[in-house]
């Protein structure tokens, strides 16, 4: 243990560098490239996630292709916009935030015997926080291409394919290709396992699936069996 303490650093010394590099020295600064990283990659995989898996629901209570495609991009077009939505609210909440504690900070007496210089020091650390956010409107429009981007390649995959099984299967093989790609870039630009990422990521967007594809199925087993009931 010795050894190893004085001879190298350790996996959470090694860890806590990477995080705290200096942009200035020419490091990685991890914890900088996550801001933008956490709407393009996550934006991009809900996107894939979201409307491959309403593709496969519609596809097990109908084998048509054009039933599929429509609500493939239905979901495109919406998941696009409410995450437009939800990012430019956040990104708007945080500066709101931000402004009225500031606010409230400068309506607050003093005491005379109250050092001002720590006041002076949380207005820059303020002022920082504030600058370093994304505009409203390019975060929105940001999140919203991610998702679109990340939505298309399930629906370009199975639009054109007449086959239901083949349909399915592209579809399915597509997504796991993009989850793995989406989950291994994601960890490795965060300074994050490659391997783990990805796997996280496939298993989520698998079962996301696999539940869609069996709620529908199974309602449309119950929808089937009233329809022969009424007739």
């Known amino acids: 243990m010795a050894g190893r303490t004085n001879g190298g650093s350790t996996e959470e010394e090694n860890r806590e560098k990477k ?3 200096d942009p200035e020295k020419g490091e990685v600064d ?6 933008w990283l956490r709407a393009a990659v996550l934006g991009a995989n809900d996107g894939l ?3 491959a898996s309403l593709m496969v629901g519609v596809g097990a209570v109908s084998q048509g292709a054009k039933a ?8 495109l077009v919406a998941g696009a916009c409410s995450m437009a939505i939800g990012e430019f609210v956040s990104v ?8 009225a504690h500031k606010s409230r900070r400068s309506v607050l007496p003093t005491s005379q015997e109250e050092d001002p210089q ?36 399930p629906l370009l995959a199975g639009a054109f394919i007449r086959a239901w099984a083949a349909r399915v ?17 994601g960890g490795f630009l965060g300074g994050a396992s490659p391997s783990k990422s990805a796997l996280r990521v496939l298993f989520g967007g698998w079962l996301a699936m696999v539940v869609t594809y069996g ?10 069996m009233e329809i022969s009931a009424a007739a």
Request: aromatic share 8%.
């Open 19 to 21: 995080m705290n590099a």
């Open 169 to 185: 299967g592209v579809v399915c093989a597509v997504t796991t290709l993009g989850l793995l790609g989406f989950g291994g870039a």
């Open 118 to 153: 720590p006041d002076k020091e949380a207005d820059q650390e303020e002022e920082e926080d504030e600058e370093g956010l994304p505009s409203p409107l390019q975060a929105a429009g940001a999140s919203a291409l991610a998702f679109a981007l990340g939505g298309l390649l």
């Open 68 to 75: 599929m495609a429509v609500s493939g991009l239905a979901g």
């Open 215 to 224: 709620i529908l199925k199974l309602f449309g087993h119950f929808f089937q």
């Open 92 to 99: 708007y909440t945080q500066y709101d935030i931000m402004r």
């Open 49 to 51: 996630v979201s409307v």
């Open 30 to 35: 991890y914890l900088a490239r996550a801001n």
